[in-house]
């Protein structure tokens, strides 16, 4: 199984601010990637598919790099609205297996 | 305005099987264009994946839960379910179902959620 480690688990950012979130694969995910938003009480929303490729309404501030094993999520200036839990989950297996990481809280500084 | 809405029973006794279903609305569950599953998150935990099926084809398990997990779909209510049999505490989480639009073969990403619902496996 393909294990995704998302770093740090929790950061703490100002509003405005830039912020950088890491995810790490144990074996090479080529750009087989996503990134999801996530808020208490509500649905996941995805934001990145394909490593890099913003999903449709995703705003322009939110951007993802990175292939192989090491991948990032940069959000430019962070909103109120942008605090949250964040996941990264591979696919580069599929069928059958799909991982996710443990997630990066970003909360309010 | 697609919806998808989880429901079924919030507390489910060790050794039986928990149910929940899964509501789709604003899209046809048979539409060959999409995937349909099930993820979940222990309280404290990452997410999951259960399961996924496609109408017209194949059904997809995440092969920690394959021999206790079943899908079905029942396509005159538009709804998906999903059963998972002989429960212990490790179970509790918040279930969610989930879209996954067809892509290359390689692409299998969510597209669109539920908001959730908690399951306790508790006596």
């Known amino acids: 199984e393909i294990v995704m480690t998302q770093s740090p688990a929790t950061l703490s950012v100002s509003p405005g601010e830039r912020a950088t979130l890491s995810c790490r694969a144990s074996?090479?995910?080529?750009?087989?990637l996503a990134w999801y938003q996530h808020k208490p009480g509500q649905a996941p929303r995805l934001l990145i598919y394909?490593?890099?490729t913003r999903a449709t309404g995703i705003p322009a501030r939110f951007s993802g790099s990175g292939s192989g094993t090491e991948f990032t999520l940069t959000i430019s200036s962070l909103q109120s609205e942008d605090f949250a839990v964040y996941y990264c989950?591979?696919?580069?297996?599929?069928?059958?297996?799909?991982?996710f990481g443990g997630g990066t809280k970003v909360e309010i500084k | 305005q697609l919806q998808l809405q989880e429901s079924g029973p919030g507390l489910v006794k060790p050794s039986e099987t928990l149910s929940l279903t899964c509501t789709v609305s604003?899209?046809?569950?048979?539409?060959?264009?999409?995937?349909w599953g099930w993820i979940r998150q222990p309280p404290g935990k990452g997410l999951e994946w259960i399961g996924s099926?496609?109408?017209?084809?194949?059904?997809h398990y995440n092969p920690s839960l394959k021999s206790r997990v079943t899908l079905s779909v029942d396509t005159s209510k538009n709804q998906f379910s999903l059963r998972l049999n002989s429960v212990t505490a490790a179970d509790t989480a918040v279930y969610f179902c989930?879209?996954?639009?067809?892509?290359?073969?390689?692409?299998?990403?969510?597209?669109?959620w539920g908001q959730g619902t908690l399951v306790t496996v508790s006596s």
């Open positions: 989930a879209r996954t639009p067809v892509g290359a073969p390689s692409e299998f990403y969510f597209d669109f």
């Open positions: 604003g899209v046809s569950i048979s539409n060959n264009n999409y995937f």
């Open positions: 099926f496609y109408f017209s084809g194949s059904t």
């Open positions: 074996q090479s995910v080529s750009s087989n």
């Open positions: 394909s490593a890099s």
């Open positions: 989950q591979q696919y580069n297996n599929w069928p059958p297996a799909l991982t």
